[in-house]
């Protein structure tokens, strides 16, 4: 299956910074990227659909302001937490969508953030 | 609004044993449904995606189910064995690959030797 890669795998922060976690279609030019948030022992939710060239649509109750998507090239998306706060410590995952050989997305390995 | 269920929240079972978990959803226009398998602090590993024009899928021990009109997906899960044990989700996607996928809670497994 095609390959998506996240950078980084785990991040430990303090309160206050901006973390930066990128998202690369290794194998196919992704049109659409997705971002999914996991807080534990609960499921995978939706935070933004991010189109290349063009602005992230953001999930109610997603603050777009915090959570800084850009999707500059068809294999590149990255999310920015800016101002992390513990209550954002969660499991960061992306998707990469439209590989015109299987129509569906591609996951990538996740990123654990913890903010102290 | 597609809302995705899944039956059981928590299973155990005896190594060997055949189980079944469920998912149900709410809006039958589901383009496919996949089957997901995370270990704990993992990411997901996907198992079986079915097409809303098939019924069933096959891989290994692992096979999936679809009825689109009942709202319902299965996994059927032969002879388990103690590697099994994880949290599967199910998700639906609406239109297309280009569309996000819509997760069930899971269904967290244990095989117990």
């Known amino acids: 299956g095609a390959v998506v890669s996240q950078h980084p795998s785990r991040v430990i922060c303090k309160s206050g910074t901006s973390v930066k976690i990128e998202c690369r279609s290794l194998d196919f030019q992704a049109t659409t990227m997705f971002w999914y948030r996991q807080f534990p022992k609960k499921s995978l939710m939706l935070m933004a659909t991010s189109n290349e060239g063009s602005k992230a649509t953001y999930e109610q109750g997603v603050e777009k302001d915090k959570f800084l998507i850009n999707h500059a090239s068809l294999t590149l998306s990255t999310l920015t937490v800016t101002s992390a706060h513990p209550e954002d410590s969660s499991f960061y995952i992306c998707?990469?969508?439209?590989?015109?050989?299987?129509?569906?997305?591609?996951f990538g390995p996740g990123t654990r953030l913890t903010v102290l | 609004k597609q809302e995705v269920t899944q039956i059981p929240a928590a299973l155990s079972v005896p190594e060997g044993e055949n189980l079944v978990l469920n998912c149900s959803f709410t809006d039958s226009a589901i383009y496919n449904l996949q089957w997901f398998r995370q270990d704990p602090g993992k990411g997901l590993t996907s198992l079986l995606l079915i097409q809303s024009s098939q019924r069933e899928q096959t891989s290994g021990r692992l096979n999936a189910s679809l009825d689109k009109s009942s709202g319902r997906s299965t996994l059927y899960i032969a002879a388990s064995q103690p590697g099994d044990s994880a949290t599967y989700l199910c998700?639906?996607?609406?239109?297309?690959?280009?569309?996000?996928?819509?997760f069930g809670k899971g269904t967290r497994l244990s095989v117990i030797a």
């Open positions: 998707s990469a969508g439209g590989n015109p050989r299987t129509d569906t997305q591609y």
């Open positions: 998700a639906g996607g609406r239109n297309s690959g280009n569309t996000p996928l819509v």
